[in-house]
Structure formats: structure tokens, C-alpha cells
């Protein structure tokens, strides 16, 4: 066990050297970090929301948002399956409590409507990794000899949440990814809830604005008719009123038939430019082959008519179509700033929400107090060094100090592993380091009371240092394992600090069964070969 083989030796102290390697940078300053080699690594450990300050955000999915655009969906595929695939004439209407009334005028096609609208009500998966069974997503019911009733069952309602929550984390991920706030943390919390915390950031507007603009990119033609600002007007049948995003009072009737109207969906990029005719700050964009032919056949239609770019229900320009547009690309203006139209441009690439979010919570961390945490939390990690270190020493002598020296590179290794992957660290994580200390050692404990216990069994040197690191391995094993199991649920269940504090801990887990063991085992082994000793100091 104690003989030396250099492939092994050379594995386990290649390791460690890694894990400082990668630590390295965390000992260095900006301007010093700058001069390592980028095959290197040269990137510091990411500090969490409450050790470098920044902004906390708690968003919900506007339920009742949700809920309108969902039945306007639902009219859409009503009359897209009743009457432009089969031609029943039908009416809608719909009911306080959020049902669609659906009255089929043709006697004759009554059933054929039933069967149709029935193909509505899809199936879905309930229960988790659904193993609750399957329910219809709408819930389709006869009301007399021609009217039918059609309403989101519950299941399908908080299935359309999960997925709009899932959906909008993924969008919110892409908008501060482009923004560069690649720290950022975005997570849900309950069935409707999101997290998003950007350390770093001080003024949380910016934030707020990036993450909570719908992005629903339109392009509709204007209605013939326009307000004149007169009481009493009515919005024409077919169109709606829509204000203007920049002037205060200013309304355009926007027609809302899908003949007139092309979806920013299908937009491919876009871009923030300057106007060359005028100098203004506007923001190109460019669609994807479809959008491009729905464009270009709706400007070829409606030259010398004007028509409304619509972001989020708000007009940001009304321009006349010169020209028919047939390239798939365009660009918008609606006196933006320069600021405006980066903003406005990440948006629109990243794509739109899939429902509106409002704000629940709103925090802000200043440094100040990320610095406090930091130098506490580094001021307790060293005293329980210190106090781990000594402890160690006194109680094994010699043994204490092979123990200390694989305690240094645990700590070496862990922090190299968390920067390597990095991974967040938080004041909960930096009590999972101090944790970590303290722990370390159990198993050198074990292996060395394994060896006291054998020699007072009256072993020899060898014979006592090969049992107790033998028999002491499957102990340390068993009991690193289940704290282990514990770090992983703690992820899984957990959020936010709860989740640092588990991803410290397992790491620190790992890293300590490596170091405790294995390394303590080299170093014994170098101090076996070198002094061959005849009594064991421990």
C-alpha cells in the first residue's frame, strides 16, 4: 500500500496543482489578472447578490393578462376550425367568468361544429413527470340544441402558466446575456414566480425594463378613419385604439383583422443604426423568409396607405408605406434615444414573453454591505482554519500536521473547483467553506484513531498504517455520502442562498474525501519511504 508508483503520485498531486491553478485568480487583482496567458485561467470566483450588491427582482405572470390573451387564441382557433376550414356560420361571446359562447347559426352543421370544436380540447400530462394521468386543456360543453360553451379547465390553465413561466426564463436569460450580465441569477419560485437577481447592478431601472417589456413586435395597417379628439367617438367595427407610445393623449384606430396585421415573431435580428437621412437613433430589423413574404405582400397591397409599428400595444411610429418592402427588412423610428434603441434591439432579438410580468418585490443590495459579508465571512473562514489547524496538531503531532497539509489543499481545491465552474458564491456559500473546514478533517480523525486502535492492538508501524487507512475508507465513504445526498436535495428543493450553501457543500464534499484520504495516504507514504520509522507519533 505505502510503495510508491509514480503515475499515481503524479495524478493525485496534478490534481491539487489544478485546483490552485484554478483558484490563482482569486488571490490576484484586476490589473495583475490581466497578465495571465488566457489559456490560462484568469477568471476570479462570481460573488452572489449580497457579497457585491446589486438588484433583487420578484416577478409573477400576470394571471389575468394570461388568461385575455389565451381566449383571444381560442377565438382565433374557433373560427379558424368553424368557419374558414369548414365554412359553419357561427357568433361569440364571451362571459364574465372567462368562457367562450359559441352559437352555430346553421342548424344543418350543428354536430359537425361539435366534432370540430372537441378537437380543441387537447389532452395534456397532470402530476409530476406525469404520472398524475392525462386532462383535456379546455373543457368543451353543450349549452342547448346549438350553443356550446368552451373554458380552460384548471389543469390546462396552470399548465399554460408553467409553461409561460418556463418560456419567460429563457427569454429573460437571452435579454441579460446580451446586456452582458452574464452573473445573473433567473430562477422560479411556486408555480408563477420569478427570480432574478443581478449582482453588480446598482440602479435596478434598467433592469426592470429590459426584463419586464413584453417585446410584442406588430405590424398593423391604420384604420381609414382616425380620431379626431372629439368626445363621443367611437372606434370603428374591425379596428382598435391604440395610444402613442411617446405623446401623452395622442391615439391611432389600428385595424386588428389578421389580413393587416405581421407578427414581429418571425424577426431574425435586430439592430440599433442612426437614420441616414436625419441623423435620428432608429433600430433596423430584419425577417426570416416567412415574415419577409408576409411583409412584402402587405406593403405591395397597401403603398401610400400608413401603418402602425406596434410594440407592446403601444404605437412607437405611424409611417406611410412608400414603397412595397419586399427585402424583409425595414427599419423603426419613434424618436428613441441612443440608449432606447440598444435597449429596444436586445429586446426584440431575444424575443417577446409569452405573458406579461409585474413586479412583487424589489431590493436593492448596496456594496457596502457586500463587502461587510465578505470580510466576516473571511475573518470566520480563518479563525476556524486556525483553530482546525491547531486542534489538529496538539491532538496527532506529527499526523496533525500531514492532516493540516491536506486540510490547505482542500481549501486550495474547492475554491478552484468553484471558480472553474463558476459557480455563485454567497454568504450562505462562504458558511458552507467554514462548514467544509470543520468537516475535513473527520476522516483524518478516523483513519488516525483507526491506526491508535491497531497499534494498541500491538500491529507493527506498516501493518497498523495499512489496516487503519483500509478500514477506515469504507466509514468515511458511508458518512461523506449521506451528507452528500443531503447537499444534493438541498439544491434540488432549495432557491437562491439555500442552493449556494448546497453547492458549496457538495463540492467541499468531494473535494474533502480526495484530500482526507487519498492525499493525507501520499504524504504518509512519502514519510514512510523517506524515514522508515520504527514507532508511529501519533
Same mark, same amino acid.
Given at each position: ?241 391604440? #395610444?402613442?407610445?411617446? !405623446? +401623452? ?5 389600428? @385595424?386588428? $383583422?389578421? *389580413?393587416? =396585421? %405581421? &407578427? ?54 405611424? #409611417?406611410?408605406?412608400? !414603397? +412595397? ?5 425595414? @427599419?423603426? $423610428?419613434? *424618436?428613441? =434615444? %441612443? &440608449? ?199
Amino acid at each position: 500500500m505505502f510503495r510508491l508508483q509514480l503515475w499515481k503520485t503524479l495524478t493525485i498531486l496534478g490534481i491539487v496543482l489544478l485546483g490552485f491553478l484554478f483558484a490563482l485568480p482569486n488571490a490576484l487583482n484586476k490589473q495583475q489578472r490581466a497578465y495571465i496567458p488566457s489559456f490560462l485561467p484568469n477568471k476570479p470566483i462570481v460573488l452572489g447578490l449580497d457579497l457585491q450588491g446589486g438588484s433583487h427582482l420578484l416577478w409573477e405572470v400576470d394571471k389575468k393578462a394570461l388568461t385575455k390573451t389565451l381566449l383571444t387564441q381560442l377565438r382565433g382557433d374557433i373560427r379558424q376550425g368553424l368557419w374558414r376550414e369548414n365554412k359553419i356560420k357561427h357568433t361569440i361571446s364571451i362571459r364574465k367568468d372567462g368562457s367562450l359562447v359559441v352559437t352555430i347559426t346553421d342548424p344543418a352543421k350543428v354536430d359537425k361544429a361539435y366534432t370540430v370544436l372537441k378537437k380543441l380540447a387537447r389532452p395534456i400530462q397532470t402530476g409530476l413527470f406525469g404520472t398524475g394521468g392525462t386532462a383535456r386543456e379546455i373543457e368543451v360543453a353543450r349549452d342547448g340544441e346549438n350553443r356550446f360553451v368552451l373554458r380552460y379547465s384548471g389543469a390546462g390553465l396552470e399548465a399554460r402558466i408553467r409553461r409561460a413561466v418556463k418560456q419567460a426564463i429563457e427569454v429573460i436569460r437571452r435579454r441579460l446575456d446580451e446586456l452582458g450580465m452574464t452573473e445573473a441569477t433567473i430562477q422560479q419560485q411556486g408555480p408563477e414566480r420569478i427570480i432574478v437577481q443581478a449582482p453588480g447592478m446598482k440602479d435596478p431601472a434598467m433592469l426592470k425594463k429590459a426584463v419586464g417589456q413584453t417585446a410584442r413586435l406588430t405590424f398593423q395597417l391604420l384604420c381609414e378613419a382616425q380620431p379626431t379628439g372629439q368626445k363621443g367617438e367611437r372606434v370603428p367595427a374591425g379596428c382598435a385604439d391604440m #395610444p402613442d407610445a411617446k !405623446t +401623452p393623449g395622442r391615439h391611432y384606430w389600428v @385595424q386588428t $383583422s389578421r *389580413r393587416a =396585421t %405581421v &407578427e414581429g415573431a418571425d424577426l431574425v435580428d435586430a439592430q440599433p443604426a442612426f437614420d441616414s437621412r436625419t441623423g435620428e437613433p432608429i433600430v433596423t430589423f430584419r425577417f426570416n423568409q416567412k415574415g419577409a413574404l408576409l411583409f412584402g405582400k402587405l406593403t405591395q397591397k397597401n403603398v401610400g396607405r400608413p401603418f402602425a409599428i406596434v410594440l407592446d400595444g403601444k404605437v412607437v411610429s405611424a #409611417p406611410v408605406i412608400q !414603397t +412595397p418592402i419586399l427585402g424583409g427588412s425595414g @427599419q423603426i $423610428s419613434g *424618436r428613441f =434615444t %441612443v &440608449e432606447e434603441t440598444k435597449l429596444l434591439a436586445i429586446i426584440l432579438r431575444s424575443g417577446a414573453l409569452p405573458a406579461r410580468l409585474t413586479i412583487v418585490e424589489e431590493r436593492s443590495v448596496g456594496p457596502s454591505l457586500g463587502s461587510d459579508s465578505i470580510r466576516a465571512g473571511v475573518t470566520a473562514s480563518i479563525i476556524g482554519l486556525i483553530a482546525v489547524l491547531l486542534f489538529m496538531i496538539f491532538t496527532y503531532g506529527l499526523f496533525g500536521v500531514f492532516a493540516d497539509l491536506a486540510l490547505l489543499a482542500n481549501l486550495g481545491m474547492l475554491v478552484g473547483v468553484l471558480t472553474a465552474f463558476q459557480a455563485t458564491l454567497t454568504l450562505p456559500g462562504i458558511a458552507g467553506i467554514v462548514l467544509t473546514l470543520g468537516m475535513a478533517v473527520d476522516s483524518n480523525v478516523l483513519v488516525f484513531e483507526r491506526i491508535r486502535e491497531e497499534l494498541r492492538n500491538g500491529r507493527s508501524v506498516l501493518n497498523a498504517l495499512e489496516t487503519g487507512f483500509s478500514r477506515a475508507f469504507g466509514t468515511i465513504l458511508d458518512a461523506n455520502i449521506t451528507t452528500l445526498i443531503a447537499a444534493v436535495v438541498l439544491y434540488g428543493l432549495g432557491s437562491g442562498p439555500v442552493r449556494g450553501f448546497a453547492v458549496t457543500l457538495g463540492v467541499g464534499i468531494i473535494t474533502t474525501v480526495f484530500t482526507a484520504y487519498t492525499l493525507t495516504r501520499l504524504i504518509v507514504a512519502f514519510w514512510v519511504t523517506r524515514t522508515r520509522p520504527k514507532s508511529i507519533p501519533i
